[in-house]
Nanobody, 115 residues
């Protein structure tokens, strides 16, 4: 089992920044990739960004150029730096880990972008 705990969400004004963290614990060996998804009220969960065990990154078009995913292996943590936030970025952000063939999910952290 892999446990994921997110932190760093909150209320921010449009144009502001937040950094989310996802700390992984448990059977974290051989994790293939980690990433972030988000779910807004009344909408389906959508993929935001992924970082592989090799360090490759990918982003949804809606966040490309504004969000950056990174990792710190020494503390088993993945980050999502979010800049130039927009009201449409408001959602619960959920951390994901893939250790094939299984996916693991965190509980999520709320991000609200509002003036």
């Amino acid at each position: 089992q892999v446990q994921l705990v997110e932190s760093g969400g909150g209320l921010v004004q449009p144009g502001g920044s937040l950094r989310l963290s996802c700390a992984a614990s448990g059977s974290i060996f051989s994790i293939n990739a980690m990433g972030w998804y988000r779910q807004a009220p009344g909408k389906q969960r959508e993929w935001v960004a992924t970082i592989t065990s090799g360090g490759s990154t990918n982003y949804a078009d809606s966040v490309k150029g504004r969000f950056t995913i990174s990792r710190e292996n020494a503390v088993n943590t993945v980050y999502l730096q979010m800049n130039s936030l927009k009201p449409e970025d408001t959602a619960v952000y959920i951390c994901n880990a893939v250790r094939l063939p299984t996916q693991y999910w965190g509980q999520g952290t709320q991000v609200t972008v509002s003036s």
